[in-house]
């Protein structure tokens, strides 16, 4: 039993380094992807955006900068990005309004796809050997 708690303790110092140094200059990639720290991973995750309102806190429609939905690039061998799929918020919506069940596949590109979890309020983009999912703090789904 003291074996395992030793070699748990070395492994969460372990973790704990390697944390500190992944984010000692900022850590991930920083191009706006959502997976940012997902740094081994060649697929990149992108809210896209557009004009759009929204109403301030007096009740004034504004216009801003708005999230029109999801974008997911994958980088290949040479370095160059290129675009798996988008699904605009109109077609997450739809797709998800239209579905019943707690886990909802939005629609996808080349062996990847976008997912929505209703119980967790969370996306998720799913592919060969991957899956990376995160909250939707910006209300994307309507």
Same mark, same amino acid.
């Given at each position: 039993?003291? =074996? =395992?708690?030793?070699?748990? &303790?070395?492994? *969460? ?26 740094? *081994? ?9 557009? +004009?759009? #309102? ?8 504004? @216009? ?18 290129? =675009?798996? #799929? ?7 919506? =739809?797709?998800?309004? *239209?579905?019943?069940? &707690? ?9 990847? #796809? ?6 967790? @309020? ?9 899956? #990376?999912?995160?909250? +939707? ?6």
């Amino acid at each position: 039993m003291l =074996k =395992k708690i030793a070699l748990l &303790s070395i492994v *969460a110092g372990m973790l704990a380094v390697g944390v500190g140094m992944a984010s000692a200059d900022g850590g991930g990639i920083n191009d706006g992807r959502i997976n940012s720290f997902d740094v *081994a991973s060649g697929v990149a995750i992108y809210y896209t955006y557009g +004009d759009g #309102f929204v109403t301030d806190e007096d009740g004034n429609l504004v @216009e801003t900068e708005v999230i029109t939905g999801i974008a997911v690039w994958y980088a290949t061998e040479e370095g160059n990005g290129v =675009k798996m #799929f988008e699904l605009s918020d109109s077609q997450i919506d =739809k797709a998800v309004s *239209a579905s019943s069940s &707690s886990t909802v596949v939005i629609g996808g590109g080349h062996g990847y #796809f976008l997912g929505y979890d209703r119980v967790n @309020e969370e996306f998720y983009v799913y592919g060969p050997n991957y899956l #990376f999912q995160w909250e +939707d703090h910006y209300a994307v789904v309507g």
